[in-house]
């Protein structure tokens, strides 16, 4: 198993800003996975962070709106840029640990966009 | 382009009454599927994973199935209690997906005491 800490766990934002959200595991993992929940929708890939290369992401998310980094085997980080009302979601990072196909989530981030 | 549907989108039942959660996915091809836990503004709790090969699995008062074949997975949960009360998510990742798991809309159960 994989246990999964984010941080911030919510934050209110001003339109226009941006925010950085950390996802730190307890295992060094190959990939790890950005997921946004939207009000009352399910879950959306965002894009998957290898260490040591750039994410790649899914269709409709691009990397000037949602820079990700992954500077370890045990760290990444999600901003959201220039922010807008409809960034408003649960932010989750995931991670699949080796030698398991279970994909274990974070906590999840609470962002509301005023 | 995989489809993951769940039916119903809400559920309510009396305390002690046998939940079923019903999964439905478009393409045959997956690779496994995971039933998650979700309760309100919070994170994902894996609750089981089918590999592409197995029919069922269990544990403790849950137990999946799968039906490859006809695209359908369902969560029964035994006895239910009010802790049970939660939404449940499906998802499934198909074989040639890498580890991109599709998510269903999810079932909003409510077991009342």
């Known amino acids: 198993s994989a246990v999964i800490s984010q941080k911030p766990s919510r934050d209110i934002c001003q339109r226009g800003t941006s925010l950085t959200i950390q996802c730190q595991v307890d295992s060094q993992v190959t990939m790890m996975f950005w997921y946004r929940q939207q009000p009352g929708q399910s879950l959306t890939l965002i894009a998957t962070?290898?260490?040591?290369?750039?994410?790649?992401?899914e269709s409709g998310f691009v990397i000037d709106k949602f820079p990700i980094s992954r500077p370890n085997l045990t760290f990444s980080t999600l901003t959201v840029s220039n922010m807008s009302p409809e960034d408003s979601s649960i932010y989750l990072c995931s991670v699949a640990p080796g030698g398991t196909d279970t994909q274990y989530f974070g906590p999840g981030t609470r962002l509301t966009v005023l | 382009k995989q489809e993951v549907t769940q039916i119903p989108a809400a559920l309510s039942v009396p305390e002690g009454e046998n939940l079923v959660l019903n999964c439905s996915f478009t393409?045959?091809?997956?690779?496994?599927l995971q039933w998650f836990r979700q309760d309100p503004g919070k994170g994902l709790t894996s609750l089981l994973l089918i590999q592409s090969s197995q029919r069922e699995q269990t544990s403790g008062r849950l137990n999946a199935s799968l039906d490859k074949s006809s695209g359908r997975s369902t969560l029964y949960i035994a006895a239910s209690q009010p802790g049970d009360s939660a939404t449940y998510l499906c998802?499934?990742?198909?074989?040639?997906?890498?580890?991109?798991?599709?998510f269903g809309g999810g079932t909003r159960v409510l077991v009342k005491p």
């Open positions: 393409d045959s091809a997956i690779y496994n």
């Open positions: 998802a499934v990742r198909l074989a040639a997906a890498g580890n991109k798991l599709t």
């Open positions: 962070a290898n260490q040591g290369s750039e994410a790649t992401y």
